[in-house]
């Protein structure tokens, strides 16, 4: 059974960083994608960043595009979410996500229904 747990998350003032970690445990993830996902109060959950296990290629958000670096430790069994130059707009609670095998096409990897499962979430607040 697939185990992510998030962690990192915390109250940041606008302009600061955070490093968000999911820790995977459960079985082999070398052919998995990983995903982080956030959902604001009110809104729906959306899509920021994705990184294909096996080779690193890596998908993000235009929202987050140049601000936000996933990335994998394959040591550890481990995905990270840097956030740097955060906003009020980046408040939220992160969501670490896996699925298994899939092709590498943007509205596959962007939806939330691809991935099977799913970390409890992380919560990231930044203020103004």
């Known amino acids: 059974q697939v185990q992510l747990v998030e962690s990192g998350g915390g109250l940041v003032q606008a302009g600061g960083s955070l490093r968000l970690s999911c820790a995977a445990s459960?079985?082999?993830?070398?052919?998995?994608?990983m995903g982080w996902f956030r959902q604001a109060p009110g809104k729906e959950r959306e899509f920021v960043a994705a990184?294909?296990?096996?080779?690193?290629?890596?998908l993000y958000a235009d929202s987050v595009k140049g601000r936000f670096t996933i990335s994998r430790d394959n040591t550890k069994n481990t995905v990270y979410l840097q956030m740097n130059s955060l906003t009020p707009e980046d408040t939220a609670v992160y969501y670490c996500?896996?699925?298994?095998?899939?092709?590498?096409?943007?509205?596959?990897?962007?939806?939330?229904?691809?991935?099977?499962?799913w970390g409890q979430g992380t919560q990231v607040t930044v203020s103004s």
């Open positions: 459960g079985r082999t993830f070398s052919s998995y994608t």
């Open positions: 996500a896996s699925t298994g095998a899939l092709s590498w096409i943007r509205t596959i990897v962007t939806t939330s229904t691809t991935y099977n499962d």
């Open positions: 990184i294909k296990w096996s080779d690193g290629r890596t």
